[in-house]
């Protein structure tokens, strides 16, 4: 029998880190709702809130650890996003320096904005769908503390839009347990979080939580309703994408033994490179595999 959980955002972490004290623990295949902050600490309320006002020092909290039974160094861990619900006001900020066109800025720049219903409403003319995803999400590292600004191996600040409901996403575990944490949901985002903020939006995520002792993997893999992918995070775009399709070509070609260079040229067909986010202080990109192309291959993620 798998239990409920509920964790409020009382405890909160600002790096993942193997070092961390659980603020929850679970067996696996327990589900957790979450109570998670904004990127900014929930300390940008209204339009006069400017980014050098606030303390950096609470910047981008992630709720938890949480630590899952059976979790295993060398295995990995399942996290099924099985819900997003998010308040009432989301914020959005670019300044000097930040972003694709800090630039163009020499203060700060904030918009507060209501949600309503399904949509964003982002002045008197426009609204805009919304599209709720978890930015920082991950374990603890294998190496030193990675602050949750900074997305790597583990996961953490990836700003991956299609880790929204109905993911599952699937990380390499580096400590017992894997201290599993997340925040900085946003109720929508383009491809590159250009500005260097989303619609910035505190809420709850509901995840089930399981731990795959068996499953090696190296990077963050994301499971869709139409597409598998791997995630990868490097200094540059170009860097994260070599890593990020590698990775996927040797994924498919340990498990189903088809031939690499088919598997590259069907991939150039039918795969698709994109960017997650290209604003942190390592970029981010995701390599997606249609499962129908998979499936006519017999590929399993799970050995
Ligand atoms: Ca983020
Ligand atoms: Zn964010």
Redesign the pocket.
Known sequence: MSAYHELDDARVIYAFSKDAEPALTVASGDTVRIRTMD?FGNQVRTPEDELDEIDWDRI?PATGPIFVEGAEVGGALRVRIEKIELDAQSASCTGEGEGVCGDLFKGWATSINRIEGDRLIWNETLSIPLAPMI??IGVAPAGEPVNC?TPGAHGG?M?CTQIGEGAVLYFPVSTPGALFGCG?M?AVMGDG?ISV??AEVAGFATVELTAMPDLRLENPVIETSTHLGIIASEPTLDKAAEVAVHQMVRLVHDRTGADEAELVMLFSLVGDVRVC?MV?PEETVRFMVPRYVLDAYGFRLEP
Do not use: W
Request: with cysteine.
């Open positions: 990127c981008n930015g920082v600004g600040n700003d900085d946003h979080e903020s989303g986010q942190d």
